[in-house]
């Protein structure tokens, strides 16, 4: 499946985009990711990401989608950039063991969602291809300067400020991540539900 344009950007990051041919072979991966076992998903997504990391370049996975360091050679580098790092996000097969959104639907929730409400709460989809392939976001860390009553107290107002348009389950201490850019908490993961 081909990209019909090579980028959706967030038109609040004209700083980023990817390096040519890197749209379509993102389709690539994540076709290969999605045709593959649950159980293998993961390692195709790492099999297929060149090897410029000195550690795995999957970071993690869940029930829809495996989450990826974007390669720099995926990246433009000829224009200067917003955030340093980023993530791909890849949907899995659909798992019939699984009640819940499928990746595909994940990551089209997360596109939409930021698209339409551009939250402080939420870190933002900085491409996306527009049949859900894939989704680019910047990399955060884990949020260690809050303590856990400062984090519950971030939530809740993440929640109020969301009013339902992400899944109250999304919300909690895990998809809480830390940008160094602007000393700020986000929620990185809230694709699974949001009121339409």
Not at 138 to 159: C, F, H, I, N
Request: glycine share 6%.
């Amino acid at each position: 499946m081909t990209a019909t344009a090579p980028n959706y950007l967030d038109p609040n990051d004209s700083s980023f985009r990817l390096s040519d041919g890197w749209s379509e072979r993102l389709v690539d991966i994540a076709e290969e990711c999605r045709d593959a076992e649950p159980d293998d998903a993961a390692a195709r997504v790492g099999d297929r990401l060149p090897a410029d990391y000195r550690d795995d370049p999957v970071l993690g996975e869940g029930a829809g989608r495996v989450v990826a360091r974007l390669p720099e050679a995926a990246i433009d580098m000829t224009r200067e950039r917003e955030h340093v790092d980023y993530v791909v996000k890849f949907p899995k097969a659909p798992n019939p063991d699984i009640v819940g959104p499928g990746g595909l639907i994940q990551n089209g929730e997360e596109a939409i969602t930021w698209r339409e409400t551009h939250s402080q709460y939420l870190l933002p989809v900085t491409a996306h291809h527009p049949d859900r392939w894939w989704l680019v976001m910047p990399r955060g860390d884990p949020v260690l300067q809050y303590t856990r009553s400062e984090l519950v107290k971030w939530m809740a107002k993440a929640k109020d400020d969301l009013d339902g348009r992400v899944a109250a389950d999304d919300i909690y201490e895990e998809n809480v991540v830390w940008m160094h850019s602007d000393d700020s908490p986000y929620l990185c993961d809230y694709g699974t539900t949001s009121i339409r």
